[in-house]
């Protein structure tokens, strides 16, 4: 049986022909695969996460979102934001139309940088260049200042262009490979849970489907009575199948944004979100 | 100082149905420090008090048991526009925190 | 040699498992291949009957080769979160003088880094097949 | 209304509170029913009386599976007359008794609050009316384990 399914593997591989496609047919491959694997979920409801297919969760996560528990951390990240460094500028100064409803454009490809820029990475930058000390990326500050300027940016929708650069596509290229790239003791690799088995039971939860992730983050997850940053996510999901997390913010993290923002290209930023 | 509270009212036929967050760690005394191991004391919210145009018209005693950040909505009566109805609570350390917010 | 075998054994069990049910538990199938990955670490010659010293300098050497292994899985950013731990159990058990139970600690983390050293090279190609077409 | 069951359970203090600013109800914090193990004498603690009646005139509104035991949205109303309190009981947490709230006329019997479940449990509300208790329950099951919880 498993020689079987490997001789069949085998035999896909051949005629699936160039295996670095260009990044928009892996998007459209990519939403293709789950409006077929659930017909019956519209594509602007996986911007929800799990709650897209799991009708029992999504009443609670409606009851929730009645009055979310992340408005306590968007006023503490709007206060954060509007608190001026010490040299008297501020993020408004670091940021396109001073900082509000651009959560979309991150992230980008920085081609004077040559990597890519996340929000929260932007958000570091912007204090090392102003003299202030960085912040933690995983949780803390650093989510409620991403989360207040991801709450003036709902509605907007992902526009992202990979640009023309070798580099560019280089980054989307790691970042892809890491999302199906097995790993940890598990042996499992991120497409494994959220694309070949989302929807599916893990014990008692319901996996989320990849198409949508980087939309709501961060997040208040009830597990963590608090905010965190995609990042923060990554690391669970990588201890979760028992690898060794990579830095949050560091190059591989940063080009898998890169790449899981480009499948849900098109989409509608919704975050801070609520998570269980 | 802010208020811990955020508080939203909608007015329908003379119901107001009042929701509130509370800032509050709601400690139940049972959970350990995840790096000293040591028992963190119970911390929570005991008592919220409901006022509609200074009266009491709720009064809620809460246990441990009530979620992080808590949630809390309820309706009150013979209201309109104008009136001013009050949230407050006192926690088992004393500590309070309240808010005000006028029906449109 | 033998970490390509156990990587590929991986490798097949991920492949076929997932996707193929209703209700796939998936975490079970996981659990499978660490108890396979367990029974054979425990099917390793135990011990032989020996004076103390040499197996201190025989736990020394297989302690080594575990903590070199698994930095090499580290730098390939493959490493296991589960191998550090038997590392630590391992060099307690010896700091007690429980060189049996040290080196079959240091055994599984040196079993383990180098599967993780062979799924990060089996990784390197093939997570190809697995993206969505 | 209000007063009543204070009178019942302590009359020093219900006039005390006739007297001074009505915060000063605020001194009768059931702590004793809080503390109680058993769902029945926390009732006993908090009512007097632990003997309630079902009643298809309270909804109760709670999810059949938990999402996270930590935070289950739950809500209570009722169209008994003259309901004077609302308390929810989770059988099974180490204290049932979760969170009691006194109504006036000035308010509508429902009640909405999110609360933590150790375990699947029947979670039972309870509407004091007339000196009487009647009460209505649903099994919420809590499920643990998976990447989420």
Request: proline share 5%; hydrophobic share 40%; net charge positive.
């Given at each position: 049986m498993k020689r079987v399914s490997l001789l069949v593997s085998g035999l896909m591989l051949l005629v699936s022909g160039p295996l670095l496609a260009d990044p928009e047919s892996d998007r459209l491959a990519f939403v293709n695969y789950f409006e077929e694997r659930f017909p019956d979920v519209e594509l602007e409801a996986y911007v929800n996460g799990v709650y897209a297919l799991d009708e029992a969760s999504y009443e609670q996560w409606l009851q929730i979102e009645e009055f979310p528990p992340y408005e306590l951390a968007v006023e503490d990240g709007e206060e954060l934001f509007n608190t001026p460094f010490a040299n008297g500028k501020s993020y408004a100064d670091c940021f396109d139309n001073g900082g509000i409803g651009i959560r979309q454009n991150y992230p980008y490809f920085d081609a004077d940088r040559g990597e890519v820029v996340t929000l929260e990475y932007a958000i570091n930058l912007c204090r090392e260049a102003n003299g202030e000390e960085p912040l933690g990326y995983k949780k803390g500050a650093i989510a409620s200042i991403s989360a207040y300027m991801a709450y003036t940016s709902r509605g907007n929708r992902f526009e992202m262009t990979i640009p023309d650069d070798p580099r560019a596509l280089a980054a989307y290229n790691n970042g892809k490979q890491y999302f199906y790239s097995k790993r940890g003791q598990l042996n499992f690799s991120c497409a494994d849970c959220h694309v070949n088995n989302a929807g599916m039971h893990i014990r008692a939860d319901k996996l989320s489907p990849s198409l949508g992730h980087p939309t709501h983050f961060p997040v208040y997850r009830s597990k963590w009575g608090e905010l965190g940053t995609l990042h923060r996510r990554f690391d669970g999901c990588n201890k979760q199948v028992r690898a060794e997390p990579l830095p949050a913010q560091g190059e591989d993290y940063r080009d898998l944004e890169y790449f899981l923002t480009y499948m849900s290209n098109g989409m509608e930023t919704n975050g801070p979100g609520a998570r269980k | 100082?802010?208020?811990?509270?955020?508080?939203?009212?909608?007015?329908?036929?003379?119901?107001?149905?009042?929701?509130?967050?509370?800032?509050?760690?709601?400690?139940?005394?049972?959970?350990?420090?995840?790096?000293?191991?040591?028992?963190?004391?119970?911390?929570?919210?005991?008592?919220?008090?409901?006022?509609?145009?200074?009266?009491?018209?709720?009064?809620?005693?809460?246990?441990?048991?009530?979620?992080?950040?808590?949630?809390?909505?309820?309706?009150?009566?013979?209201?309109?526009?104008?009136?001013?109805?009050?949230?407050s609570w006192v926690d088992n350390e004393g500590a309070t925190d309240s808010v005000e917010e006028t029906l449109e | 040699m033998k970490r390509y075998i156990l990587a590929s054994a991986l490798v097949v069990v991920g492949v076929t498992g997932c996707g193929q049910r209703e209700e796939a538990d998936v975490m079970r199938q996981s659990e499978a291949v660490v108890a396979e990955a367990k029974k054979d670490a425990e099917s390793q010659p135990p011990a032989k009957p020996a004076p103390a010293v040499s197996m201190a300098e025989e736990f020394a050497e297989i302690y080594q080769n575990a903590e070199a292994a698994a930095r090499q899985a580290r730098e390939l950013k493959y490493s296991w979160t589960s191998t550090a731990p038997l590392l630590e159990a391992a060099s307690k058990a010896a700091e007690a003088g429980d060189y049996e139970k040290a080196m079959q600690l240091a055994t599984e983390a040196l079993l383990e880094a180098e599967t993780a050293i062979g799924q990060a090279e089996i990784q390197a190609t093939a997570w190809k097949q697995a993206v969505v077409q | 209304m209000q007063l009543q069951r204070r009178i019942f359970l302590s009359g020093a203090v219900a006039i005390s509170a006739l007297l001074a600013v009505p915060r000063a109800l605020l001194a009768a914090y059931p702590a004793k029913a809080f503390e109680q193990k058993d769902p029945g004498d926390a009732l006993k603690s908090l009512f007097g009386s632990a003997e309630h009646s079902p009643s298809d005139k309270i909804t109760l509104t709670a999810p059949d599976i938990a999402e996270n035991g930590a935070v289950v949205p739950i809500s209570v109303a009722t169209t008994i007359e003259g309901a004077t309190a609302i308390s929810v009981i989770v059988e099974q947490n180490p204290q049932p008794l979760v969170a009691s709230f006194d109504l006036t006329p000035g308010t509508a019997a429902d009640v909405s609050t999110r609360i933590k479940m150790g375990k699947t449990s029947n979670v039972i509300a309870v509407v004091q009316a007339d000196g009487k208790l009647y009460s209505t329950s649903k099994e919420v099951k809590v499920t643990i384990g998976g990447c989420g919880g």
């Open positions: - | 100082m802010a208020s811990g509270i955020r508080i939203r009212a909608k007015l329908e036929d003379g119901v107001a149905e009042v929701k509130c967050l509370m800032k509050h760690d709601m400690e139940t005394g049972t959970r350990k420090d995840a790096k000293t191991g040591e028992l963190i004391p119970a911390h929570y919210i005991t008592d919220v008090t409901c006022e509609h145009n200074g009266k009491v018209v709720m009064t809620a005693h809460w246990g441990p048991a009530v979620s992080k950040n808590p949630y809390f909505a309820f309706k009150v009566k013979d209201a309109k526009p104008g009136d001013v109805i009050k949230v | - | -």
